[in-house]
């Protein structure tokens, strides 16, 4: 197929609005100042919503300073403009964006994190008032992309600060120190999950002066932890070519499997001081990794961190934002880690879009290639339709049952 173009010209540049993001506490900004005059060389006019860079740290003087144009009413910024990022679109901020909705209009091009495979219906919705929706999460994991790869972005962001969560809760400190009182033995950690959130929790932890072990159903990953100063927990489990996606995503494996791990991973668990679990399937419910009976078998002032908590955790206990204490042993369970360190997880997302939008266009225009990798795999709705074959694939049994 051939590429299409529209929009945008040498007289009239196409505009990409900033909007201040309305999901409740989340910080981070689109794009940040200093990706505004790189997106100028591409012939993109920046427009900002009043205040939307302040909580990550960026005052509307910086955004105008680098030549963006700030706009006050929200209604305004979103109408006139041809392409609106955002770090959370419809799918990923359900209630409150769904007031955007009146504003987006025929061949729009909205991008953002939009939790398409989770939330369908959204992409549904974006498909019906015809805009032309990119969604971060669909990124394919392959080279040419790394530099628009938003989950690993955010991923490393969650995994530096679940670390510090799990220190700043833990009764202990985490590094040895041989001190005139004694000697003070360093803290365990054990970290679930090696993909990026977990290989970022390794290194902090391991920083932090730690004894770090570590686990994930791909043996392939052991390499990785080791090199980062982990002892790869040998679990001696059989598991098929399934374990991983040829995107890169750890797969959902088959109950048995799980019951089986949990059962060796016991001992483990409890004899470690601070536990973060990162092991979350995209659009599927976490597994289940620490049950009660594993819990009960923790010390007193143990910690876990569970990165998994927004799609029901991979402890039995955890409770979606919310610091339970189960017995002297707390479990964390928060959703939105990247938008407590929001000036640096702007900065690196802020580079995700940047790099997306130059792949997008070309010359001013918007320059839509299907038989490109990126587009293609990115692209979730055009011309009223959702096109993604696998967003498809999930709203196909819903208009069967609606029959």
Same mark, same amino acid.
């Given at each position: ?84 990022? =955002?770090?959370? #679109? @419809? /799918? !990923?901020?359900?209630? &409150? ?9 025929? %061949? ?115 390499? =990785?932890?080791? #090199? @980062? /100063? !982990?002892?790869?927990? &040998? ?9 991983? %996606? ?119 225009? @918007? ?37």
């Amino acid at each position: 197929m051939a590429p299409t173009c529209a929009h945008g010209s040498a007289e009239t540049p196409m505009k990409v609005a900033v909007p201040t993001e309305t999901f409740p506490g989340e910080q981070r900004v689109a794009l940040i100042p200093g990706d505004i005059s790189t997106l100028g060389k591409a012939k993109l006019e920046i427009l900002v919503q009043k205040g939307a860079g302040e909580a990550a740290g960026f005052s509307d003087q910086d955004y105008a300073d680098k030549g963006a144009t700030i706009v006050e009413n929200r209604g305004e910024l979103l109408s006139q403009a041809d392409i609106v990022v =955002q770090v959370r #679109s @419809l /799918g !990923a901020n359900k209630a &409150e964006g769904q007031q955007d909705l009146e504003y987006f209009k025929p %061949d729009q091009v909205v991008i953002g994190l939009s939790d398409p495979l989770g939330e369908p219906e959204s992409a549904k919705k974006l498909a019906e008032k015809g805009v032309m929706a990119f969604s971060m999460e669909m990124i394919p994991r392959i080279s040419r992309a790394q530099s628009m790869d938003a989950l690993s972005s955010m991923a490393t962001i969650a995994g530096y600060k679940a670390v510090l969560l799990g220190a700043s809760e833990s009764r202990k400190i985490f590094p040895m120190l041989m001190t005139a009182a004694g000697m003070v033995k360093p803290s365990r950690v054990f970290i679930i999950g090696a993909g990026v959130a977990g290989l970022q929790a390794i290194a902090t932890a391991k920083r932090l002066g730690s004894v770090v072990e570590a686990y994930d159903v791909r043996p392939a990953v052991k390499e =990785q932890c080791e #090199s @980062l /100063g !982990a002892k790869f927990v &040998e679990l001696d489990l059989e598991t098929d070519d399934g374990a991983e %996606d040829k995107g890169g995503y750890a797969t959902e494996l088959g109950e048995d499997f799980y019951r089986k791990q949990r059962e060796v991973m016991t001992r483990v668990v409890s004899n470690s001081d601070v536990v973060v679990t990162t092991a979350a399937i995209p659009g599927k419910k976490s597994p289940v990794l620490i049950t009660t009976d594993m819990v009960d078998k923790m010390a007193p002032g143990s910690v876990i961190v569970d990165l998994a908590a927004e799609r029901g955790g991979n402890c039995e206990l955890t409770k979606a934002d919310e610091r339970v204490d189960y017995n002297g042993i707390v479990i964390l369970g928060p959703t939105n880690l990247p938008a407590t360190i929001p000036n640096h997880a702007s900065q690196m997302y802020s580079r995700n879009i940047t790099t997306l939008l130059k792949s997008l266009v070309k010359e001013g225009e @918007l320059n839509i290639d299907m038989e490109d990798e990126v587009t293609a795999g990115t692209l979730v709705s055009r011309s009223g339709n959702v096109v993604h074959e696998r967003i498809k694939g999930l709203l196909e049994p819903q208009a069967e049952s609606e029959e």
